[in-house]
C-alpha cells in the first residue's frame, strides 16, 4: 500500500508556471506506475500525465503535450509535474495517483487528497 500527499498548488496567472509534487509514503515507491489527473469544477476528472515505475515511458492527454511534463525521483519517493504556460482552463483540483500494474490513464488504485490550481486571466 501507498500513501500519496499532493503539494505545490496555488494561484498563478495565465501563461505562468507551477510545478506540483507528490511525496509517497513506503518503500515499495519504485514498484508503481504513477499519474497525474485533474478535475475541474462541475466536470468529470481526467487523465493528464502518467509515468512508468521506471520512469522510461511517459504518457500524456493529447491536450497537453508540450506545455506538461511528468517526471519522478525513486530515491525521494516524489513525482512531479511541471506545467508551463498554464491557462484559465487549466484550473482544477490534481490529484497524484498510483497503480502497481495498470499505466497511463488506467492508473487507479491509490490515490492522493488533491491540491487545488487555479489559472487567473
Known amino acids: 500500500q501507498v500513501q500519496l500527499v499532493e503539494s505545490g498548488g496555488g494561484l498563478v496567472q495565465a501563461g505562468g508556471s507551477l510545478r506540483l509534487s507528490c511525496s509517497a509514503s513506503g518503500r515499495t515507491f519504485t514498484t508503481y506506475n504513477m499519474g497525474w489527473f485533474r478535475q475541474a469544477p462541475g466536470k468529470e476528472r481526467e487523465f493528464v500525465a502518467g509515468i512508468s515505475w521506471d520512469g522510461f515511458r511517459t504518457y500524456y492527454a493529447d491536450s497537453l503535450k508540450g506545455r506538461f511534463t511528468i517526471s519522478r525521483d525513486n530515491a525521494k519517493n516524489t513525482l512531479y509535474l511541471q506545467m508551463n504556460s498554464l491557462k484559465p482552463e487549466d484550473t482544477a483540483v490534481y490529484y497524484c495517483?498510483?497503480?502497481?500494474?495498470?499505466?497511463?490513464?488506467?492508473?487507479?488504485?491509490?490515490w492522493g487528497q488533491g491540491t487545488q490550481v487555479t489559472v487567473s486571466s
Open positions: 495517483a498510483a497503480d502497481s500494474r495498470r499505466p497511463g490513464p488506467d492508473i487507479r488504485d491509490y
